[in-house]
């Protein structure tokens, strides 16, 4: 894979057009692609970690198999790497199989919506309501969360509440707890 020095959003949509352009089950692309998430290089796991989110907000499940590498990695990431987390973090909610996957995955989530820097709050609320539709028993809890944060001060927050809150609502009725 690979990642220009500037990753601008052309950028982003390129790659997520040609990684979803390979025929499945794309192992060579995925394996890339860990392997930059992987990367001790911070802006080339930011960049790998966007892919990630792009292509599993595409084709949820895309990561399955590296579901557990996408949760262990957004717990060793720090705020020095704060888009990346919240890339991994978004990503990972869209690529959970297990409801150990969904239980461990959803206490990370938890904290991060506590972070101080707005951005992880919004991708925290935005990744805990992709998790909601997969696990019934977080339904409620997020359902709170997110019709609190239609009232935050912080735009960014009243945002990915008016955008995830009917996701959520939508699976309510799809698949009731």
Known sequence: MW???????ADSVAAT???LR???????????LVKELLSPEPSARRCA???AR??????????????????DLMSELGDDQWQAHGYIAMAAALNTATPAQRKRLAGLLRAMAEAQRVGLRAMALEALANLAVADASLREEVLTLLENARGDPVCAMRSRARRMLPVLL?????RPG
Not at 22 to 32: I, L, V
Not at 170 to 174: F, L, N
């Open 3 to 9: 990642i220009p020095r500037g990753w601008k959003e």
């Open 17 to 19: 057009r040609d990684f």
């Open 22 to 32: 390979r025929k499945p089950p794309r192992r060579a692309a995925t394996r890339d």
């Open 49 to 51: 970690a966007d892919l």
């Open 54 to 71: 792009s292509v599993s907000a595409r084709e949820p499940g895309v990561l399955k198999n590296y579901a557990d590498v996408l949760i």
């Open 170 to 174: 939508m699976a309510s009725e799809k």
